[in-house]
């Protein structure tokens, strides 16, 4: 494992779908809608929806990842993408489990 991806801080993170944040289905991934912002966010690949969609049932996002089958070479990746899903409210840092 590389040093950016040891010492990426969201990795070490435990994360969630946000309890107002609806995903939709499409063929380009998904719509996620934030009942309370009324945001309406796209995660353009299946991968992200998968992972958004287990981070409640793992300790952390690297732990999703992993779970997922995401190649550790594309993490740096998923975790730029997942700091914008928490900076828009899609998904909320929990605590660690």
């Not at 010492?7 to 009942?35: D, I, S």
């Not at 009324?38 to 995660?43: D, H, K, P, S, Y």
Request: proline letters at 5%; charged letters at 20%.
């Amino acid at each position: 494992m590389s040093t950016d991806l040891i010492t990426h801080p969201l990795l070490g993170a435990a994360l969630a779908l946000h309890p107002q944040v609806a995903l939709r289905p499409e063929p380009f991934g998904a719509l996620a809608y934030h009942y309370g912002n009324r945001r309406l966010v796209f995660l353009q690949h299946q991968d992200m929806v998968n992972v958004a969609r287990a981070l409640a049932d793992h300790a952390t996002l690297a732990h999703a990842l992993t779970a997922c089958g995401v190649d550790e070479r594309r993490w740096p990746s998923f975790a730029k993408a997942f700091q914008s899903l928490l900076e828009s409210e899609v998904v909320v840092e929990r605590s660690a489990s």
